[in-house]
């Protein structure tokens, strides 16, 4: 009897069992089903490959939690440090911050306008020449610019000692202070208007004939015709001309330092310096917060500054006659070339010669020459890499979480290197300390900040790529992560090498990222120029600096090509 029931039991137990168990199989698959279902519905119904997600979310993270971390130990530094610095530091850093990046603006943009104006919808005499040789100051950066004049306009240099030895000048002061706000002013306008220059070139090429006819017909002058026509036209180029300016303002380093102006850049560099790096993280947030705001005036300009012309009846520009201005406009070409390429050039020229006869060119100067090559090689193909699937993510697999991995890959481009740096450091010095002090946190510095240069060219040459040639690949049995190498990376392979070759040439330039991050003893063509001129040994910075620009040449033709 007893056994009779004991078995009973067992029987009910099992019973019971199996029925929860069910009920847990059956609630397993309905959220299955669910979660199923809208992961389809998040992606259209055409959700990616998991390997290719993965890869992108990996990019996102990386390119993401630097910042993010920089932020949040910025905003738990603590109320007494917040005030400290907002009661020395940040009124002082802020004033001379943004009086710096609109006064370059400004002038960028009137020099650059100008200059695309006399170039492309004027009769100036070699106009094709100049289109290209008035870009050139892209390729110098602009900390080898400031010691180029610190070297002729500083307080013991050409023309200063010129102005001493002359009977007529030698009794008045040298009236221009190259270590001011002014100093400071001219290096960066000098070697920031191609920005506007090329971008307002592009658009003038563009514009229509019609509508300055219609504007001549109405008996308006060229002068009246460019104010009221040509000028709204070009508003958007120089809008987009004016916010590369800005950004790359408020994130130099290089120049600011050298001719020794403080900004937000040089106070973090030197908080990380002295190692107090929660007030660096609380002026980088100051300075995140106003790169930003500087993104949302532009995104609200532009939206109110949309101007269209139809294709169909479009007519190529005429080009005007100068007359009587033509000796003054080619002057003036001339001075703005002479300062910002041919002067420069001279000088980094002059004091090569001596070094190469002083035996610069010796196994210390190689040595930097292969770490500026591997770190810079090293950073190109991981951009290359971790771009291609970044943008077939945004390009076929449009979607809420492939805008933000896509935002998240851009994120870099927007910050200063010392903020990029910053974030390295804090995550690699507690989490990940075996790889600090390593020159990969360098290449790593490098990834983030340059890797939009890569996606821009990666996605314009993914843009002329037919999505139908995926769907008749995947058709066959492939893997979307299958067709992403083996049919789309040969067809937007010139586009990912052009992205790679921008990486590596703004890899070798940065100064920033690499002075806060290289390994004890691990000097970059970059470092050298940065410690050889502060030093004031110019013959051993100049051939550096030449490399620098011999290098940067490369892309020049690329960017031409685009604007």
Same mark, same amino acid.
């Given at each position: ?218 008996? @308006? ?112 070409? @001339? ?52 771009? @291609? ?175």
């Amino acid at each position: 009897m007893k056994r009779d029931l004991v078995r009973q039991q067992e029987v009910q137990h099992k019973e019971l069992n199996r029925r929860q168990q069910e009920v847990r199989e059956s609630a397993s698959r309905t959220l299955f089903r669910w979660v199923s279902f809208y992961w389809r519905k998040h992606w259209n119904g055409n959700p990616p490959d998991v390997f290719l997600l993965l890869l992108g979310l990996i990019t996102a993270l990386v390119m993401g939690v630097p910042i993010f971390y920089v932020v949040w130990r910025s905003l738990f530094a603590g109320t007494e440090r917040w005030l400290r610095l907002l009661d020395s530091r940040i009124p002082e850093l802020l004033q001379n911050t943004l009086l710096l990046t609109v006064a370059v603006t400004t002038l960028a943009v009137i020099i650059g306008v100008s200059l695309a104006w006399l170039v492309n919808r004027c009769q100036l005499p070699g106009r094709r020449m100049w289109q290209w040789l008035l870009a050139l100051p892209l390729v110098i950066p602009p900390y080898v610019g400031a010691m180029t004049y610190v070297i002729v306009f500083g307080p013991r240099g050409w023309v200063a000692s010129w102005w001493a030895e002359e009977p007529w000048l030698s009794q008045v002061d040298f009236p221009f202070n190259i270590y001011s706000f002014w100093g400071v002013f001219f290096a960066l306008t000098m070697f920031t208007y191609p920005y506007v220059f090329l971008i307002a070139s592009a658009a003038l090429r563009k514009m229509n004939r019609n509508f300055e006819d219609i504007a001549r017909s109405q008996g @308006l002058t060229p002068l009246q015709t460019f104010w009221k026509v040509n000028l709204p036209f070009l508003r958007p180029a120089i809008g987009a001309g004016a916010i590369l300016v800005s950004l790359y303002v408020l994130s130099d380093f290089g120049a600011i330092a050298m001719l020794r102006y403080t900004t937000f850049t040089m106070a973090i560099y030197y908080q990380m310096g002295s190692y107090d790096r929660i007030s660096a993280s609380v002026l980088s947030l100051v300075l995140i917060v106003i790169t930003l705001f500087i993104l949302w005036i532009e995104k609200k300009t532009r939206a109110n500054q949309k101007y269209y012309q139809t294709n169909n009846s479009f007519r190529e520009p005429d080009l005007l006659p100068l007359g009587r201005w033509k000796i003054p406009a080619l002057i003036y070409v @001339l001075f703005i070339f002479f300062l910002s390429v041919a002067l420069p050039i001279m000088v980094l020229l002059y004091w090569s010669n001596v070094g190469i006869r002083m035996g610069a060119l010796d196994a210390r100067f190689w040595g930097y020459v292969f770490n500026s090559m591997k770190v810079a090689g090293l950073a190109a193909v991981l951009s290359m890499l971790f771009a @291609l699937p970044v943008i077939y993510l945004k390009s076929r697999y449009p979607s809420l979480m492939s805008k933000i991995i896509d935002k998240l890959a851009y994120a870099g481009y927007a910050l200063p290197g010392v903020i990029v740096a910053l974030g390295i450091v804090f995550i690699f010095n507690q989490y990940v300390t075996w790889l600090y002090n390593t020159f990969f946190l360098v290449v790593l510095a490098y990834f983030i900040r340059f890797l939009p240069q890569a996606l821009q060219a990666g996605e314009a040459s993914l843009s002329l790529v037919s999505p139908r040639v995926d769907e008749a690949a995947r058709s066959l049995g492939q893997p979307p992560w299958k067709v992403l190498f083996t049919v789309i990376l040969p067809l937007v392979m010139p586009g990912i090498l052009a992205g790679g070759a921008l990486v590596f040439v703004s890899s070798i330039k940065e100064l920033p990222a690499t002075l806060l991050l290289r390994p004890p003893g691990f000097d970059t063509l970059a470092v050298r120029v940065w410690v050889e001129a502060r030093e004031a040994i110019y013959h051993l910075a100049a051939p550096a600096a030449l490399l620098i620009i011999l290098v940067s040449i490369l892309p020049l033709k690329w960017l031409l090509r685009k604007y």
